[in-house]
DNA sequence: AAGATGATTACCT
DNA sequence: GGTAATCATCTTG
């Protein structure tokens, strides 16, 4: 079952949370990539200042953030790594969900190419422990770039969340990573992953 | 118009 | 464990 606007548009830790075991299906040119969400991380906008929507700031990047949910939020961090959101709640909130680790599922080969050029089987052992397991790096095997920033994946186009039913895990609540300056925001337990799962970033 | 910074990763010891 | 890479974006003047 596709995920509409109405799952999107709802509380964002209980999106974030949701989002755990769910699929996205990225599709260009004659493939179809699909990966588990493992782990997320949720940015409440407002009063969170790990948020790049802290104090309702609102700038040209971020005005995705502010807009309806179910669309894409791509921005460039480190000048080098694309990194996935996926815009949550009501209009004008600001809040938005990271996607922080992805299982790969299908098209793995694809995925391969783009993470390393290289095909899979060419793969360390380092390489392959680190082949999602990241926010820039599942963008980079997904092949989500800002050129998607906005996309809507509620029209279930070239990029859209899908429920298989996978539902039996335990989910683990820890702090966000790599929000050193948020201060008090940097204990809230926002971020979630699947317990066990091989592709969660930090454990 | 210039300077600082970052929701990270890869590689080195 | 440490740190370089690399640039769009934001802040400041």
Do not use: W
């Amino acid at each position: 079952m596709k995920l509409d606007r109405s799952f999107f548009n709802r509380d964002t830790i209980m999106v974030a949370k949701e989002l755990l075991g769910k699929v996205i299906v990225r599709k260009y040119g004659s493939v179809e990539l699909v990966g588990r969400i493992v782990e997320t991380e949720a940015y409440t906008g407002y009063l969170d200042k790990g948020s790049h929507t802290y104090n309702g700031k609102r700038t040209n990047r971020t005005e995705v953030m502010y807009g309806e949910a179910g669309h894409l939020y791509v921005y460039l961090n480190y000048g080098m790594y694309n990194l996935t959101n996926i815009v949550t709640n009501e209009k004008n909130l600001g809040e938005a969900v990271l996607l922080r680790g992805i299982e790969p599922i299908s098209e793995i080969e694809e995925m391969s190419k783009n993470r390393f050029k290289k095909s899979y089987e060419e793969l360390n052992s380092y390489q392959r422990k680190n082949f999602s397991n990241g926010p820039g790096k599942l963008s980079m095997a997904m092949n989500i770039t800002r050129d998607d920033d906005g996309k809507d994946l509620c029209s279930f186009e070239d990029v859209y969340l899908r429920d298989d039913g996978y539902k039996n895990f335990s989910i683990v609540e820890s702090k966000r990573v790599g929000i050193d300056y948020a201060e008090e925001a940097i204990d809230f337990l926002y971020r979630f992953y699947i317990e066990g799962s091989d592709y969660v970033s930090v454990k």
